[in-house]
């Protein structure tokens, strides 16, 4: 009686064991297919990045992953698959379908669909190099022929703006024009600065031609109309004013403001001066020349 019972329980021990085995078992199996069901997803949403990378937009790229592991299909299919409609799907397959990602198989009642070989990709890849390639030689040139970005340098303070005008005269050029008013030079640069300025830009050779206003006129021979100062001036129409001075020189624009708190800045680039140029050109065609000022007195300041 003893012996049964020990067998008897023996065999409800194995019998526990075998259980626990098996749902362990069931266990690792269910872990591991979970496992894999989140590395397919994550794949899934790592090529789904990647064909967004080349140009897909998120349903494509949804719609030809599906499409791969689908073999031949209808639209019914992929909007299962998808969970997109079937409207939204025929467009979808249309567009890959140009693209070349997906061919279109005519049938008797209704058309399906195949994905072509991934290999497409890296073909269009390829072309695309090829192309860009084939491209970099005009787009240099273009970007030669525009020149450089421009470049801006602020400057604030009287220090600032003799800095803006010792610009001038270390650029090189044989000319510059400006815009502007004698009396908002005097107050923003100094009457003693310019009037040494004024002398060395003569000694450099370097011509004024500027539009400036009649009414804010400082009458000084020094600052005048005439070809010993190598300048020339014509007075804005009526009316115009102009809170800051403009330079135009080489490649670069100067503006300096007239203001109590006064600052300016230097824009160097070619097309920026030339778009001013144009616009200098047209208001000195409408703007009245100026005299030779004949008298003179001791502190003046023009341009």
Not at 131 to 144: E, G, N, R, S, Y
Not at 154 to 161: A, K, L, P, V
Request: charged share 20%; glycine share 4%.
């Amino acid at each position: 009686m003893q012996l049964l019972l020990s067998i008897v329980s023996v065999t409800f021990y194995l019998l526990d064991l075998q259980a626990y085995i098996m749902h362990y078992f069931l266990y690792c199996v269910v872990r591991k297919l979970d496992m894999l069901a989140i590395y397919l997803y994550s794949l899934y949403m790592s090529l789904s990045e990647q064909l967004q990378s080349i140009g897909l937009s998120d349903k494509e790229a949804a719609v030809y992953l599906q499409s791969l592991s689908l073999g031949s299909f209808a639209v019914s299919d992929i909007a299962k698959k998808t969970g997109l409609k079937r409207p939204t799907c025929y467009l979808i397959l249309e567009e890959l379908a140009k693209r070349g990602l997906v061919a279109i198989v005519p049938q008797k009642d209704k058309l399906t669909y195949t994905a072509e070989s991934p290999n497409i990709l890296f073909a269009r890849a390829e072309e695309q190099m090829q192309t860009v390639k084939q491209m970099l030689p005009d787009l240099f040139t273009i970007q030669k022929s525009t020149g450089a970005r421009p470049t801006i340098k602020f400057y604030s303070g009287r220090t600032g703006i003799h800095s803006i005008y010792d610009d001038i005269l270390s650029s090189g050029v044989t000319e510059y024009f400006y815009i502007g008013s004698s009396a908002d030079l005097a107050k923003t640069a100094g009457e003693d600065f310019m009037a040494q300025w004024v002398r060395k830009r003569i000694d450099l050779g370097i011509h004024a031609t500027g539009i400036r206003t009649e009414h804010s006129e400082i009458n000084d021979t020094l600052y005048a109309k005439d070809a010993h100062h190598l300048r020339d001036i014509r007075f804005a129409p009526l009316g115009f004013e102009l809170p800051h001075t403009i330079a135009l020189y080489g490649t670069k624009v100067a503006v300096i403001s007239a203001q109590q708190d006064s600052f300016g800045f230097i824009v160097d680039n070619a097309d920026f001066r030339n778009t001013l140029q144009f616009l200098f050109k047209a208001l000195w065609q409408i703007s009245t020349p100026a005299t030779v000022v004949k008298k003179s007195v001791k502190k003046s300041s023009a341009k």
